[in-house]
Structure formats: structure tokens, C-alpha cells
């Protein structure tokens, strides 16, 4: 720690910055100057004389360039903050510096933010923070926001610069006063996830309100406010993200949840002439969920400060905590519940758009057996399609496995498995291929090609929109028919009675004498739905269907979505590393997306379509 701001610090701080470079140094008293690149702003804390505020110092953490000092250091923060803005200011033709404050936490009638800017230069900047900070929700309620003049920050003792320098370098000065709503008054206890929300919020007005004024009024034009944010990750994201993976790859959830004598079990329940609920057995558990999940709120993600990156180990960090209560519940009643935490239930309209599937879809007719391809030639097609993907990666480094303890096919860890009693048409097997390699394997090594872990081991609730670009996959290749279809359907009516407190039988008998299944299709459909003690994954398929269609039809990129394992609303998230040069563009794409004859079909999910047109 340095004990004072030197002119020899000052020189090499602006040198690093001319050159390009990042500049990460603490300042006397615990006080910290972070620029993450060359940047046309900068956003001070002073903490008041003889009260540090760590609380509200932490707020400027979230941003890209900031310095924290003190009150007490006024008199040598002014020539580090002079030399910055106006070297700044000479790259980019303007520069502009916030200055964050707490108001007074007792007086009633603080507003929760106070502007203090120029009176009549530059109205749009200050119109825009002002809306920007009003568009903040705190329990439902706008933000309440005033604006003031800026001439206290103008003058002494407060003044950094004088405003004939401000003038001659293009540089503006803001205040943002927050009331402190974040801490207790009387203790000075911070309410942790009040402060993480609002830290979040006020770091994107402040950069929405950089980039309206760096846009009109700099030679620097970011092509998005998230443009503006931090680029450099620093080394606790990269622990962190490894640690979260190391715990995720320690098991494999959905081979846990299936049963390992899936056979032996059909034929155990034919002869009980599918009056007794068969006994399934499963894999020995490899982990002990407890000290598993000992080991993942040891994990220190509060250390993070880049609200995003925070964000997205939090909510992997609830994923994993739900996954391993399920295996620790694995065939007792309680896994239901914690399933339906973790993958949702079937609403009414999902349940509505099931029951229209099956009433227009008739049954088939099963006069002839279907051609089944042989599963050394379904391995051979497969193994090809993932040469294909290899030429665009060549890192990709997967393949398939023939084994007799899965059933039917499933893809885990970048690698397919195919059952060794696996039946499938066909006319079927590219649709699977794209399904199973198009999509899953493909996200996976898109997501491993990330520097980001998480987006290969996948984002929490991943599995709605991967299922949903999967069986979108079939349908583009013109694999998806009306069998495919009644059987998702199916799946979601099973899930919706599961949930209601239905039998293995019940939703058995249901199936095969409701809707017409025949008996092993009934079987497969109630034994992926109840295996584990009841898993309400399958009603993923159709529901991630639908609300892809839905989306798709607002006209947003089919292309985005294969980035890795991630969930719809996880875009705009994808979106910010993208712009901030955390993450890289995707080096792998499906073969539908190259192939000039499916234009057409993708231009028509443009148009809009339901799931009744994909019939």
C-alpha cells in the first residue's frame, strides 16, 4: 500500500494508459484507482472525512474505470484525477467524471437519488441518467430522482477540477447522491441483497448515461452500452467458475435418475399385467451430497464484483444445491417436489396445448413394422455427423458409446449414448442425429470453446430452450412427425398428473386406453416421467418448443441460442460478456443453419408459426 499519490505514480498511471494498458493500484488509506482500458470516464467515491463508507464504495466496483480515496486525500486525488480526464480527454475528444455519494440516510425526505449537474449545458446526459435511474423499481415502486446544480463539486473543498479546465478539455462533472437504504442506519449493517440489486441497476444507468454522452460527444462510438463495461476478468472469476465445474462434473445427474434394468422391469410389469408399479434400480451414488454441498457454499462468490459474472454463479450455485437435494431424495416422494423446483410443472396453457396435439393428431396405425436401422449403422451416421462438427472445431473431442445400461439415447458430457436395445425408425434417425449431435453435443463443445466454464457445463433451467432447438432441429431436417409430436405431448400430460398425485399405473392405463399408445410406448413415456420418485424434465420438450416458436416469432436469431447451454433469458446476459470481450464468437454451427435448401423453413419461423404448424 502506497502512502501517498505521487507525481511519479500520477506519470506512470497516465503512461499505462497511453500505451493502452490497464491500471490497477491501491492508493493511501485503502484506497483503490482502477481503469480496465483507456475509457472516456471515470467514477469517483470520496468516503467522508473520519467515516469510511465501504457500502457505497462498493457500488463503484461494478464499473470499468473508478477511483476510491478519501475525503482526507482531496488535496492529492486532485492531480491523479486532473491527469487522467484530461489525457482521456485529449485521446477522445471529451471526458466525463461521476462523482457517488451517500445523502443524509436520517433526513425523511431524501429522494432515493439526487442528480447534480450542469443547469443548462449538456441537457440530453443529464435527462438521461435521470431516466434511467427512475426506470429503477425498488418493492415494485419507481425510484424516486431530483436533480440540483453541480456547483458544490465546483468549489472548495470538494472541487477536483476548476471549471476553466473543464471548459478547455471538454470535460463534464456529475454527482449521483443515493440514499443509503442499503445499510442500517443505526448499526451500519449492509442488507446484502438490496445493495447487489441496486449496485446492479445504478452501474447500468451509469454506463447507459457514459454512452449518450461519449456517443455525441467523443470519437469514441461503442456499439453498445455494455461496450463500456469491464473487459479484464480478474483471477477470483476464473477460480470460481472452475470450482463450480469441478463440483458440477462430479456426477452425472440424468444417468443417476435412470433406471439400470429398464428391461427387466418392462417385463416384471407385463407379467403383473400392468396392475404393480415396477421396481427400478439405479446407479450407486458416486458422491455424498452433503459434503458436496458443504464444498459449494465454501465457494467465496460474494468475492466477485462484476454484477454479471455474479449473477450467473449464483444461480448455478442454486442449481447444483437443488440437483444434489434430488439425488439425496432419489426414489422417496420428496424428489417430486424438489424436481418440480428445479424443472417447473406443466401450466394450464402448456396442459391445453398437449391435450390439442393429441386430439389432432391421430393415432397411428401400426399395420407394418417400422424399418428399424441397426445400431452399428445409427453409430456410423452419428459418428459422422461429429466429423462434421470437428472440421469446423478440431478441438471437439467426442463420440459414441454402445451401452447396455442406457436406454434409448442420451448425451452426456459431449458424448452420445445409445442403448443397445435402441428401436429407432429409419426415417427418424437424422432427425435424432441433429437432435441428439446438432444440438446437444454442438452447445457443449460451443460452450467449452468459451472461456467461461458455465457455458458448457450449463446455465441453470438450460434444458427448456436445449430441448426445444433440439426438436426444432427435427422438424428443420423434416424428421419431426406426428408419432414424435404425440409422444411430447404425452410426456407433458404424464408430468401434469405425476404432479397431481397419479399412479406408475394410473398415468400407464391413461396412456395406453385415453390416448391410444401402444404398450411399450406407454411404458417408455410413464417410466421417464416417474423414474427417481417423479421427474418432470419431460414437459420441457413441448414447453421449450412453444416459447422458441414464440420468440423466434419476434424476430429474434435462431444462430445466438447455440452458444453453449444457456436458458432464454440468459441473451442479454451472453449479449454483455460479448460486448465487454469476455466471451468469444461460437465456432461451431449445425448443419440446417449451412444448408441453403432449409432457408426457407427458417425463414418461415420468422413469419411466425405455432406448434400445430410444425404437424
Not at 23 to 29: A, F, M, N, S
Not at 448 to 477: D, F, M, N, R
Amino acid at each position: 500500500m502506497i502512502e501517498s499519490i505521487t507525481v511519479n505514480f500520477i506519470k506512470k498511471a497516465v503512461r499505462s494508459l497511453q500505451r493502452g494498458k490497464q491500471v490497477h493500484r491501491r492508493l493511501p488509506q485503502g484506497g483503490l484507482l482502477y481503469i480496465d482500458r483507456p475509457l472516456p470516464f471515470l467514477v469517483l467515491f470520496r468516503h467522508p472525512a473520519g467515516q469510511p463508507d465501504h457500502p457505497t464504495a462498493d457500488f463503484l466496483k461494478a464499473n470499468a474505470a473508478y477511483i476510491i480515496s478519501h475525503h482526507e486525500r482531496t488535496e492529492e486525488l486532485r492531480p491523479l484525477v486532473q491527469s487522467i480526464a484530461m489525457s482521456m480527454a485529449d485521446k477522445f475528444g471529451a471526458f466525463m467524471i461521476i462523482e457517488l455519494m451517500a445523502a443524509d440516510a436520517d433526513a425523511a425526505d431524501t429522494p432515493l437519488f439526487k442528480i447534480l449537474g450542469p443547469e443548462e449545458q449538456l441537457p440530453t446526459t443529464t435527462k438521461t441518467i435521470v431516466q434511467e435511474l427512475k426506470d429503477i423499481k425498488l418493492n415494485g415502486a419507481s425510484a424516486s430522482v431530483t436533480t440540483e446544480s453541480n456547483q458544490p463539486l465546483l468549489q472548495e473543498p470538494q472541487c477536483l477540477m476548476s471549471e476553466e479546465e473543464l471548459k478547455k478539455h471538454s470535460i463534464l462533472v456529475l454527482g449521483l447522491q443515493l440514499k443509503p437504504v442499503y445499510k442500517n442506519t443505526s448499526t451500519g449493517k449492509v442488507y446484502p441483497l438490496l445493495q447487489r440489486n441496486l449496485r446492479e441497476k445504478v452501474a447500468n444507468a451509469i454506463k447507459k448515461t457514459v454512452f449518450d454522452f461519449v456517443s455525441v460527444q467523443t470519437s469514441h462510438h461503442p456499439i453498445h452500452f455494455q461496450a463500456l463495461g469491464r473487459q479484464a476478468v480478474n483471477r477470483v472469476v476464473w477460480r470460481i467458475d472452475k470450482q463450480l465445474t469441478s463440483i458440477s462434473n462430479q456426477f452425472r445427474f440424468l444417468l443417476l435418475v435412470t433406471p439400470v434394468n429398464n428391461r427387466e422391469a418392462w417385463e416384471e410389469f407385463k407379467k403383473a399385467k400392468f396392475s404393480k408399479a415396477p421396481t427400478f434400480h439405479y446407479r450407486l451414488m458416486p458422491v455424498d451430497a452433503d459434503q458436496l454441498k458443504r464444498k459449494l457454499y465454501n465457494i467465496s462468490i460474494e468475492k466477485v464484483d462484476d454484477p454479471t459474472l455474479g449473477y450467473l454463479f449464483r444461480d448455478k450455485r442454486h442449481e447444483l444445491d437443488k440437483m444434489l437435494t434430488m439425488l439425496s431424495y432419489r426414489n422417496t416422494p420428496d424428489f417430486l417436489y424438489s424436481s418440480m423446483q428445479l424443472y417447473g410443472t406443466v401450466s394450464d396453457q402448456l396442459l391445453k396445448v398437449a391435450e390439442g396435439i393429441l386430439a389432432a393428431v391421430p393415432e397411428p396405425t401400426r399395420n407394418a413394422e417400422p424399418d428399424i436401422i441397426p445400431v452399428p449403422e445409427f453409430v456410423a451416421q452419428a459418428e459422422q455427423e461429429i466429423a462434421f462438427l470437428r472440421e469446423q472445431y478440431p478441438a471437439l473431442d467426442s463420440g459414441v458409446d454402445v451401452r447396455e445400461d442406457v436406454v434409448g439415447l442420451i448425451v452426456s458430457k459431449g458424448r452420445l449414448n445409445v442403448g443397445t436395445d435402441a428401436r429407432i425408425p429409419r426415417h427418424r434417425a437424422e432427425a435424432l442425429i441433429q437432435h441428439e449431435v446438432g444440438t446437444h453435443i454442438l452447445t457443449y463443445y460451443n460452450g467449452k470453446a468459451q472461456p467461461l466454464q458455465q457455458l458448457y457445463v450449463g446455465s441453470p433451467g438450460y434444458e427448456e430452450l436445449q430441448e426445444g432447438l433440439a426438436v426444432l432441429s427435427e422438424w428443420l431436417v423434416g424428421g419431426l412427425d406426428q408419432d414424435r409430436m404425440r409422444t411430447l405431448a404425452a410426456r407433458v400430460v404424464a408430468v401434469y398428473h405425476l404432479t397431481k398425485g397419479c399412479s406408475f399405473t394410473d398415468n400407464f392405463w391413461r396412456l395406453k386406453e385415453e390416448y391410444r399408445f401402444d404398450d411399450e410406448t406407454a411404458w417408455n413415456i410413464t417410466m421417464r416421467v416417474h423414474r427417481g420418485g417423479g421427474l418432470t424434465k419431460d414437459a420441457v420438450y413441448l414447453r421449450g418448443l412453444v416459447h422458441l416458436l414464440d420468440y423466434l416469432k419476434q424476430g429474434h436469431e435462431l444462430e445466438p441460442l447455440l452458444i453453449g447451454k444457456i436458458r432464454q433469458d440468459y441473451i442479454p446476459i451472453v449479449q454483455e460478456l460479448i460486448y465487454r470481450n469476455v466471451l468469444r464468437p461460437m465456432p461451431i454451427k449445425p448443419r440446417y443453419l449451412l444448408d441453403e435448401r432449409l432457408k426457407p423453413k427458417l425463414e418461415q419461423l420468422k413469419g411466425g408459426i405455432s406448434v400445430f404448424n410444425l404437424l
